[in-house]
């Protein structure tokens, strides 16, 4: 598919990331179990091309990317615009204008079938780990030394700074 007809499909990819912060007071809300560091959970939303739409406001690390994709609305004004959202595993349960991909039951493997209904989101997918590996090149998004308060305006400088690229 060319990149013009890629780009202009009405769609959005969503993913959800650690940005790694400094532990201030207690860091246990910060504290990401997943990833074993101290960090805030940043949604990202990207076109079907890869750039970066828009960054969340930093959530506490420990917050999972369908809570946090809640907390902000995403999914609900995704829905009121009628833009449905590709997204991975962690969104599953978000409901009908989510996609995300089939997930392996217990003691059995996925179909043919399946595997390749995964692979296709998986490529579709593709352009929002782009955003999200342009956003850690960022050396203070991949490790910040500062309060985690701070970093909601950081990733706002950011969206700004790469808007213009």
């Known amino acids: ?3 013009e007809n890629r780009s202009s499909s009405p769609r959005t990819t969503s993913d959800g990331t650690l940005a790694e912060c400094d532990r ?5 809300a910060d504290y990401s179990h997943k990833h074993r560091r101290h ?6 939303v990207t ?5 970066l739409l828009w960054l969340s406001p930093a959530l506490p690390g420990r917050a999972h990317d369908l809570t ?8 609900r004004i995704c829905e009121r615009q009628g833009v449905p959202i590709l997204a991975d595993l962690a969104y599953q349960g ?12 217990p003691l059995q493997e996925l179909t043919l079938t399946e595997k390749t ?3 296709a989101l998986a490529a579709a997918r593709a352009p929002v780990e782009r955003g ?8 203070i998004f991949r490790r910040s030394r500062c309060s985690p308060n701070r970093m909601t305006s950081i990733a706002k400088a950011i969206l700004t700074l790469e808007r213009q690229r």
């Not at 201030?24 to 246990?28: A, E, L, P, Q």
């Not at 076109?47 to 750039?51: L, T």
């Open 1 to 3: 598919m060319p990149a």
């Open 24 to 28: 201030v007071g207690d860091g246990r």
């Open 39 to 44: 960090g805030v959970n940043v949604q990202v």
């Open 47 to 51: 076109d079907p091309g890869g750039r």
């Open 68 to 75: 946090a994709a809640r907390t902000h609305g995403i999914i």
């Open 94 to 105: 978000g409901g009908p204008w989510v996609t995300t991909g089939i997930k392996r039951r």
């Open 117 to 119: 209904v995964n692979r």
């Open 132 to 139: 999200v590996a342009r956003l850690k090149s960022w050396r």
